[in-house]
């Protein structure tokens, strides 16, 4: 056989073996989510607010029956969860029905009595039957539980829990919600207990999920280190010897003396340049006042959604 067209047909099966391993390889590395068909992606995803953890959420109304069913196996869930995953409840707002109750949530938990305070609203409306609709009835709930009238007014009102619901607005649109009680990871993935199967393999899958996200935290390239700026040289540094000694004379007046180191190394400014800087100084401050952050603007807008179609979802509509 000639050697010259026995090296090209071996050149030729390496080359062709080459571009079909990599997709083998592939194939191997992508096995089948045994879980698919059971969530929703979240389409964009929502970014999440903790970082350096993945972060699973619970939107929940404290008058859904479902969410009140759902409670026990989700605090034990919670008690034996991985270090790694951070839960988040978000009192979900549709309309303006549900204000009431997500400031009620958000006013317990800067009073740090919201676990406490959960348990009685849930047996409140659920067991007892009270109505708790509105601010006034659920003013008289936290007095029995121990807040007195004026913490609970003074919370209830504050600009802190306002922001909170406004932002629980955001997320309970930006994340699909539209009936409760529904649970996201990592802003990525929607869940609920009819689609998953029940609440046992509900709690099941955000532990996969969860385990899924964190495995990208540990393969994702780690990030460059932000470069320390090379500190501008002092004066006393750029001056020749004989200029640094007089430098340091000035500067061993001035704090003896502060008055007289200003007179004398100082050149009084024309009073052009005074009015100047007064202006821009005005100005700047001025402008600084009148800032306000951008979020502030973005989070007043209220979602509204339509009633999802029957399902046997145990999931409660919103209303």
Same mark, same amino acid.
């Given at each position: 056989?000639?050697?010259?067209?026995?090296?090209?047909?071996?050149?030729?099966?390496?080359?062709?073996? *080459?571009?079909?391993?990599?997709?083998?390889? %592939?194939?191997?590395?992508?096995?089948?989510?045994?879980?698919?068909?059971?969530?929703?992606?979240?389409?964009?995803?929502?970014?999440?607010?903790?970082?350096?953890?993945?972060?699973?959420?619970?939107?929940?109304?404290?008058?859904?029956?479902?969410?009140?069913?759902?409670?026990?196996?989700?605090?034990?869930?919670?008690?034996?969860?991985?270090?790694?995953?951070?839960?988040?409840?978000?009192?979900?707002?549709?309309?303006?029905?549900?204000?009431?109750?997500?400031?009620?949530?958000?006013?317990?938990?800067?009073?740090?009595? %919201?676990?406490?305070?959960?348990?009685?609203?849930?047996?409140?409306?659920?067991?007892?039957?009270?109505?708790?609709?509105?601010?006034?009835?659920?003013?008289?709930?936290?007095?029995?539980?121990?807040?007195?009238?004026?913490?609970?007014?003074?919370?209830?009102?504050?600009?802190?829990?306002?922001?909170?619901?406004?932002?629980?607005?955001?997320?309970?649109?930006?994340?699909?919600?539209?009936?409760?009680?529904?649970?996201?990871?990592?802003?990525?993935?929607?869940? *609920?207990?009819?689609?998953?199967?029940?609440?046992?393999?509900?709690?099941?899958?955000?532990?996969?999920?969860?385990?899924?996200?964190?495995?990208?935290?540990?393969?994702?390239?780690?990030?460059?280190?932000?470069?320390?700026?090379?500190?501008?040289?002092?004066?006393?540094?750029?001056?020749?010897?004989?200029?640094?000694?007089?430098?340091?004379?000035?500067?061993?007046?001035?704090?003896?003396?502060?008055?007289?180191?200003?007179?004398?190394?100082?050149?009084?400014?024309?009073?052009?340049?005074?009015?100047?800087?007064?202006?821009?100084?005005?100005?700047?401050?001025?402008?600084?006042?009148?800032?306000?952050?951008?979020?502030?603007?973005?989070?007043?807008?209220?979602?509204?959604?339509?009633?999802?179609?029957?399902?046997?979802?145990?999931?409660?509509?919103?209303?």
């Amino acid at each position: 056989m000639n050697s010259s067209f026995f090296l090209k047909y071996t050149l030729f099966g390496l080359t062709a073996l *080459s571009l079909l391993l990599p997709v083998g390889l %592939h194939a191997q590395a992508q096995p089948k989510d045994p879980y698919a068909d059971q969530y929703e992606l979240i389409i964009p995803p929502h970014p999440p607010t903790t970082e350096g953890k993945v972060e699973v959420a619970e939107f929940f109304l404290y008058t859904c029956p479902h969410c009140y069913t759902f409670e026990d196996d989700l605090n034990l869930w919670v008690e034996g969860k991985p270090s790694y995953v951070e839960f988040v409840k978000v009192p979900a707002v549709f309309n303006e029905n549900q204000i009431v109750m997500a400031k009620v949530y958000y006013a317990a938990e800067n009073l740090g009595v %919201h676990t406490k305070l959960d348990v009685a609203i849930f047996k409140a409306i659920h067991q007892d039957n009270r109505r708790l609709s509105n601010e006034i009835e659920m003013m008289q709930l936290f007095a029995e539980n121990g807040v007195s009238n004026d913490d609970f007014r003074k919370t209830f009102h504050s600009f802190a829990v306002d922001m909170k619901v406004r932002q629980a607005a955001v997320m309970t649109s930006k994340h699909g919600i539209t009936g409760v009680p529904a649970m996201t990871v990592q802003g990525k993935y929607r869940l *609920s207990s009819g689609k998953a199967g029940g609440h046992t393999q509900l709690l099941k899958l955000i532990d996969y999920l969860a385990q899924k996200e964190y495995q990208l935290f540990a393969t994702a390239p780690a990030m460059t280190p932000v470069q320390t700026p090379t500190p501008t040289p002092t004066p006393s540094e750029t001056k020749g010897p004989n200029e640094a000694k007089e430098a340091a004379e000035v500067k061993s007046t001035s704090e003896a003396s502060p008055s007289a180191s200003v007179k004398e190394t100082v050149q009084t400014p024309a009073p052009a340049e005074v009015k100047k800087e007064a202006s821009e100084s005005t100005v700047n401050k001025e402008t600084s006042e009148s800032s306000t952050p951008a979020e502030v603007k973005g989070s007043s807008e209220m979602s509204k959604s339509s009633d999802p179609p029957p399902s046997s979802d145990k999931t409660t509509p919103q209303p």
